[in-house]
């Protein structure tokens, strides 16, 4: 890292907590950040984080998919919301296992467009994620992509089997340590599509998912965080 010192909260973090957010902003990485990046900065370097992982992830052969605000970002534009701060993906205990076997702390350097000198990205697997109980809150991320001169780090979380819903005879349920709860036929089979100008995958079942978890409205709401839908130019555009 370049930087002096660690802006990382990990001296005040529990110990049994693997990732540590930075003490200034919950959404970047304090090893390689001391700052918040302005918000035309953030956009660029969170697309920058998006296309690399998805292009890794489609190399390597590690099947991964978009959830939660990022997956409203594609329903409405096919681009993250430009006031996010970060993207979340899911991907199969299959592939995360893959990524923790073969390509732990790995790092990816991508020459890119809008960035001079090119860039390096991380990939840290949660030594945690095998740990498949919602007990476990200190651990609910099992994988980051890290883009190591920013800081901006994507969320990478495992769908596993519930197995205590199994238990108690309910098949075909999901879920994610974060707590979210999921039917399988809602996930798969995946659907294919594009995000930030690259291919991705997307839920089955992304509308509804979506209503669930924001509600109707976020799929029909054109003002929202101080940003107004343009249908014509398909963007947020900030209100001043």
């Known amino acids: 890292t370049r930087l002096g010192r660690d802006h990382s909260g990990k001296a005040g973090d529990p110990k049994d907590k693997y990732f540590h957010e930075s003490t200034f902003h919950p959404h970047y990485d304090g090893r390689f950040a001391d700052k918040i990046l302005t918000y035309d900065e953030r956009r660029v370097h969170l697309t920058a984080l998006m296309q690399t992982y998805l292009s890794t992830m489609n190399d390597i052969g590690a099947e991964t998919w978009i959830m939660h605000g990022s997956l409203l970002g594609w329903w409405w534009n096919r681009k993250i919301m430009p006031w996010d701060s970060d993207v979340d993906v899911q991907m199969?205990?299959?592939?995360?296992?893959?990524?923790?076997?073969?390509?732990?702390?790995?790092?990816?350097?991508?020459?890119?467009?809008?960035?001079?000198?090119?860039?390096?990205?991380?990939?840290?697997?949660?030594?945690?994620?095998?740990?498949?109980?919602?007990?476990?809150?200190?651990?609910?991320?099992?994988?980051?992509?890290?883009?190591?001169?920013?800081?901006?780090?994507?969320?990478?979380?495992?769908?596993?089997?519930?197995?205590?819903?199994?238990?108690?005879?309910?098949?075909?349920?999901?879920?994610?340590?974060?707590?979210?709860?999921?039917?399988?036929?809602?996930?798969?089979?995946?659907?294919?599509?594009?995000?930030?100008?690259?291919?991705?995958?997307?839920?089955?079942?992304?509308?509804?998912?979506?209503?669930?978890?924001?509600?109707?409205?976020?799929?029909?709401?054109t003002d929202f965080e101080n940003h107004h839908f343009d249908p014509e130019k398909m963007e947020w555009i900030p209100v001043k």
């Open 92 to 221: 199969s205990f299959r592939s995360m296992k893959f990524l923790a076997d073969y390509y732990n702390m790995t790092v990816h350097h991508y020459k890119l467009p809008n960035i001079s000198n090119g860039r390096n990205y991380m990939l840290e697997v949660n030594p945690h994620y095998k740990n498949d109980s919602i007990a476990d809150r200190l651990n609910v991320i099992d994988a980051r992509w890290i883009d190591t001169e920013t800081g901006l780090f994507i969320d990478i979380t495992t769908l596993r089997k519930n197995h205590t819903a199994e238990e108690m005879g309910l098949q075909g349920v999901m879920m994610c340590k974060d707590r979210h709860h999921y039917l399988e036929k809602d996930i798969f089979p995946l659907r294919d599509s594009v995000f930030e100008n690259m291919p991705v995958k997307i839920p089955y079942a992304y509308s509804a998912l979506l209503e669930e978890e924001y509600g109707a409205k976020s799929l029909t709401q």
